[in-house]
């Protein structure tokens, strides 16, 4: 069973431009979450969605959007990108509100290079 | 949500139990202590969450205090597979998880 899956995993963008990460979450999930984990440092909400809808979000500009698709995977998207975008950002799926027995699951992530 | 306090870092010897303390002072009675863990290059993993009684599952055992104020997660036979970051969070019934430093742990043969 495959869990979270997140793509690129790697990715450089030059300032200014704008990127897609894609998600698939884990087999029976209905929610994703996004999170930007800057180095060194703990992930930070972005927001969640659940039935297509943004459900929760948190301190993150408009640049920020996403997406939910109706299989349940997801796209966030960065516009206008700026050096400070540089992050990891991690995907997470649940079932629900994630708490659940196993919480939430999160992917590997994506490594976004802003330069 | 209320905050939490972990030490920055501990050791371990392999083989050994884990003990990874946490503070949250500020808990309010509807907040579940949750923990989550992150190894290297990889995202979090879920380990255990609780409310007021202790819980155990087959990663590790939550002890969270009678005043709920702290809690524990106790490896109980640590590897050198459980290296990792571990986040103490202590989460109200919405949906985001808000993760603080956390614990550096490192366990040595």
């Known amino acids: 069973d495959a869990g979270v899956t997140q793509s690129p995993t790697h990715l450089i963008k030059t300032r200014g431009q704008q990127v897609t990460l894609r998600c698939s979450p884990k087999?029976?999930?209905?929610?994703v979450s996004w999170y930007q984990q800057a180095l060194g440092q703990g992930p930070q909400f972005i927001f969640q969605y659940y039935e297509e809808e943004e459900r929760q979000r948190g301190n993150f500009p408009d640049r920020f959007s996403g997406h939910q698709f109706p299989n349940y995977s997801s796209e966030l998207n960065v516009n206008a990108l700026l050096l400070g975008d540089s992050a990891l950002y991690l995907c997470?799926?649940?079932?629900?509100?994630?708490?659940?027995?196993?919480?939430?699951?999160f992917g590997s992530g994506t490594r976004l290079t802003v330069v | 949500d209320a905050k939490t306090t972990q030490p920055t870092s501990m050791d371990c010897a392999e083989g050994r139990a884990a003990n990874l303390p946490c503070n949250h002072s500020t808990i309010s009675g509807n907040e579940y202590v949750y923990w989550y863990r992150q190894i290297h290059s990889q995202g979090p993993q879920y380990i255990i969450h609780?409310?007021?009684n202790n819980e155990t599952n087959e990663m590790a055992s939550l002890i969270i205090t009678e005043d709920r104020k702290s809690s524990t997660l106790i490896l109980p036979h640590a590897t050198l597979r459980d290296t990792a970051v571990y986040y103490c969070i202590v989460r109200v019934n919405d949906y985001k998880l808000s993760f603080g430093a956390g614990t550096t742990v490192t366990v040595r043969a």
């Open positions: 087999s029976g999930h209905d929610t």
């Open positions: 609780g409310l007021k």
């Open positions: 997470a799926s649940s079932f629900l509100d994630g708490t659940g027995p196993s919480g939430y699951t």
